[in-house]
Every structure is written in C-alpha cells, then in structure tokens.
C-alpha cells in the first residue's frame, strides 16, 4: 500500500509539471511549423513518411535557423582543437603538477567524449538546433555501464518538464517515457516486476507509461515525509534519480545520484516561467509568416504571367480551349477575326512584381539579423593597415555583438555537459585512482574554460593592450630611463603563456626560475672575479718585466 501511494504522489508531482506547460507546445509547434519542421510534433503525431515542408513556400527561415544551429558547433565546439580546458577555482593555488594531471584530464574526457559509442555528436548535433529554434535543449548525461562508456541522448521538448528553485536553477526535471516491455527487461539498471514479465509474454512490442524523476535529495525527503513513507533512506548525494512505472503503479528505481543527468541550457529567460525563449524565432516568426505569404503571392502573379487569364468572344470560340502544348481550340468559321482576336491574354499591370521583390529581400535581411548571422565574423578590418587602437575597437565591437549569442551557450550548455561528463568519470574510475591526483587539485571547484571566437578575441584584445604598453613604455624611456621599472615583465609574460593555454611542460616553475637566475647571478660574478684576476695577473706581470729592465739597466751601469 505505502508503494501504491509513493508511485501516486509521484506520478501526481511529474504531472502537474507536464500539465503547466501544455499551452506552451502549442507555441513550440507553431515555431517548428515555420522554422524546424522536422520537429513539429509537438501536438501532432506525424507519420514517418510525411512530408516536412509541404506547406511551405519559401525555404529561407529554415536555412538561417539551420546555419545558427551549425555555426554553435563550429564556434564553441570545433573538433579539430581542444575546445575545453579543465581548471581549478583557485588558480594560484595549483602548482606544475596539478596542470599536468589537468592536462591528463582534458585528454582523457575529450577522448570519453568523442568515443564512436558516446553519442555525443549526434546528442549536441540535435540539441544546438533545439537551442536555436526554441531556446532550450535538453540533453540526459548518463554512463552506459555495458560497455563503460558515457552516453549523450538529446530529448524531445515535448517530453520534458522541469521547475526552478528560489535561485533560479533548474532543480526537478521530468521526462515521460514510454519504452517497450522488451525494453525495460533489457535495461540493466531498472528493478523488475512481474507485470513487466507478464506483459512481455504477451505483447515483447507493448508501450509502457513510464516517468524518469530527478529532483534534489532534501525536496524528495520532504516529499517521501509527506506521504508519511518510511522506506526513503536519505542519500548521500544531491539528487535521487527515480523511475516509475505508471500504468502498474511501480516503483523501478529509487537511488541517489551525483549529477543532475539532465543538462538544460536556457537561452534567455523570463521572470515569471522556468522555460526560456529564443530571441531568433520570437523576433523572426511574424516576417517569416509574412515572407511565406509574400512568397505565394509572388508565385501565384509569376504563374499568370507564364499562363494569363484569357478573354474570349461568346459564341465565336468552343467553351473547352486547350491551352497546352499541341492544343486544337475550334473556332467558329463566321467570325471576323478584323474585329479583334477571338482569344487573347488579359492585360495585367507588372508593377508590383518589384515590390513583392522588395519586401521580400527586407525579411530576409530581418529574418538574417534576427538569427545573428551578421555577427558570426569579425568585422572587416578591410584592405588598409589600421593602427593597434582602431584594431582593439573593432574587436570590442565584436565581443559586444556577439556575446548574447555565445555567452549563454558557453556558459550553461558547454560548462553544465562538461561538469557532469567530469563528475561521473571521475567517480567510475575514468582518472585513475584518486589517491594519484596532486593535492592541489581541489576536485570540488573544479570548472571549465572554453576556446570560441569571445575568448580569441578577448585574448587578441589582451595582446593588442600588451602592445600599447610596450609603446607607452617606450615613449617613456626616451624621458625617464628608470620607467622601465614600470612593468613587469615576467608576470606579463607569464599570463600571456597561460592565456594561449601553453602547455604547463613547457613552463619552468618560479622555484626553477629563482634557480636558474640565481646560478646566472653567480656565473656573472664568476665571470668578473676571473676577469679581475686576469687583469691583475697582467698587472704583475708588467711590473715584473717593469722590475727586470730596471735591474738590466742597473748591471749595465
């Protein structure tokens, strides 16, 4: 009975965040409808071979949607470079060793990622254009312990809901599931019933109505103490991951978890409702409905140019006119053709095609501005040599245009898959043991650092600052040579090597700096105690031959 009544409060709490979201599918599908058919299934079921775009006259709103969402990979995750860079949250603390072994890190999980069995691809593939077109992917992080490898699956909005905590953040997601009772008795992980066995001996292919709960231990406590249920044991870790079988009231896992599973990054939100927005379709839905008009219009006047309406004389011409190619129209052999054609074109006014153009080329200059693909390049420096300060502006102005665009998607997509792609090699043994990681490596603050086009940029800036320092230090050389003081350059140095992500083999230790500039200060004084000795043995011996021909001058007097 207890069980029957957890599985109800449970099933109860998952559906009451499916059911506060349902009006927002119809918005997610008309957004597909116009700019992601291939995921307009929101609140149709489609057949698999329906055909997407059929009722579309334009393909425009699609291809920009479509080249945002392969822009994101490219920029924040390109293959060919280590895109990510594991870091410690207090830096000064970490020594040689401790980059060494981060380094060791990134390789490891870079390879963990991009594993041909991972998914992780196709998962981010999926999820940048549900990011694009709806402002919110969701993407589940979980390890496949058959083959000990991690695996990346991207979800259908449809199927999820989640809610915020007081800060914000995402913390309770919910998935509806309906595998097959040949599914749920090859899943590993998940208890089993004998309902499941039951159904299976009927019908292996039967759906099931299951539901996949994540929440934080302390809200599942409350809610276990609630329902007055003694059989939760409070867990160890932040959150419990439960399963339940909904049409056979059953519970098919219960266990705590380290991560959240579910990554959701959210473009740009609103105060008032857990679920973001995407500033490309809200700004481009009404010139993309516009522009599919505008299209058919254009199309509609183009075919009755190619085949215009015809005027014809009453009782001179038969009523079936074959208007195609070899066509025979009988016309009666009485009619006096000087009194004008018996079948001739209507006269149309082709003024307006320039306009229907005209309109049409300022949505698609919207629609393009709406998805930011004006701002996916830096700006053109163009063909004359510019000075390091007009330079350093332009690259500002780069860094200012593109950062709503990129900010979001580093920050919670990128940093939120590589903190529980981290976290769950980290405690499955994908590091080694953890005995063997230097003791400046502080694993509870650890983070992430990424390569894009902000942060090549940002470092651009940083060189190009670096270089009007130096010019500002020379200039004041000329007036005061203990300027030089001014700067330092091994600390300039030093972060400038550690801004490019030089790797920390390359780098001497200030312990083996110190070192090394005490042994040169003492090879120069080396240097200059020989060299004094060397002057004074020239010395001697000059008075020694000095002392000599005084004595030969001596004897011969």
């Known amino acids: 009975m207890e069980e029957a009544n957890k599985t109800k409060e449970l099933t109860r709490v998952a559906d009451r965040l499916i059911g506060d979201r349902a009006t927002l599918l119809t918005l997610w599908q008309t957004i597909a409808e116009n700019f992601y058919p291939e995921r307009a299934s929101f609140t149709t079921i489609r057949d698999k071979g329906e055909e997407f775009a059929d009722h579309l006259t334009t393909s425009y709103p699609l291809l920009a949607r479509r080249e945002l969402g392969n822009s994101l990979s490219s920029m924040l995750r390109p293959r060919s470079q280590q895109w990510f860079y594991t870091q410690t949250g207090y830096e000064e603390l970490e020594d040689i060793d401790g980059r060494e072994w981060l380094e060791y890190a990134n390789m490891i999980q870079r390879r963990a990622m991009y594993d041909k069995d991972s998914g992780f691809v196709r998962a981010t593939k999926e999820g940048d254009n549900d990011f694009v077109t709806f402002g919110q992917c969701v993407i589940s992080t979980v390890m ?3 083959t000990m490898t991690l695996s990346y699956r991207c979800h259908h909005l449809r199927d999820m809901a989640w809610s915020e905590d007081a800060a914000g953040n995402v913390n309770k997601v919910v998935r509806k599931w309906q595998p097959t009772a040949r599914e749920l008795l090859a899943n590993k992980t998940l208890d089993k019933h004998t309902k499941i066995e039951e159904i299976f001996d009927k019908d292996p292919d039967a759906k099931i109505e299951c539901r996949h709960i994540v929440m934080e231990s302390e809200e599942y406590e409350a809610t276990c103490r609630s329902m007055k249920s003694e059989s939760y044991k409070r867990v160890p870790q932040p959150y419990v991951s439960i399963y339940v079988d909904v049409d056979n009231g059953k519970v098919m896992q219960e266990r705590g978890s380290w991560t959240k599973i579910y990554t959701i990054p959210r473009w740009q939100t609103v105060s008032d409702s857990q679920y973001s927005y995407s500033p490309c379709t809200t700004i481009a839905l009404p010139d993309a409905r516009l522009m599919q008009a505008v299209a058919l219009t254009l199309l509609e006047a183009g075919e009755n140019f190619v085949r215009p309406p015809m005027v014809a004389v009453e009782d001179a011409i038969r009523d079936d006119v074959q208007l195609f190619s070899g066509g025979i129209t009988w016309v009666d052999s009485a009619y006096d053709e000087r009194l004008g054609d018996v079948l001739r074109p209507l006269t149309q006014d082709k003024g307006g095609f320039n306009i229907g153009f005209n309109m049409q080329e300022e949505m698609r200059k919207s629609i393009s501005e709406a998805f930011f693909l004006n701002k996916l390049n830096l700006p053109d420096t163009g063909s004359r040599r510019m000075t390091e300060y007009e330079v350093s502006q332009r ?48 694993l ?15 470092e651009r800036l940083k060189g190009q600052t670096f270089l009007q320092a130096k010019g500002l230090l020379v200039e004041a050389l000329a007036l005061d040579p203990s300027s030089a003081n001014a700067l330092d350059i091994k600390v300039a140095l030093r972060d400038a090597l550690k801004g490019v992500q030089t790797p920390a083999k390359w780098l001497r230790t200030e312990e083996e700096i110190e070192g090394l500039e005490i042994q040169e200060e003492q090879n120069a004084r080396a240097q200059e105690l ?28």
């Open 395 to 442: 690259i500002q102005e780069y860094v200012r245009s593109a950062l709503p665009l990129l900010e979001p998607a580093e920050h919670d997509y990128n940093q939120d898959i590589c903190q529980t792609s981290f976290s769950l090699m980290l405690r499955n043994g994908g590091y080694g043991p953890l005995e063997n990681i230097p003791p400046s490596i502080d």
């Open 144 to 146: 496949n312990y058959s």
């Open 530 to 557: 020989l060299g004094t000795l060397g002057q004074g043995a020239a010395v001697a011996e000059q008075i020694g031959k000095a002392g000599q021909a005084l004595q030969q001058i001596e004897g011969e007097q």
């Open 444 to 458: 509870e603050n650890i983070r992430f650092s990424f390569e894009s086009p902000i942060h090549q940029a940002e």
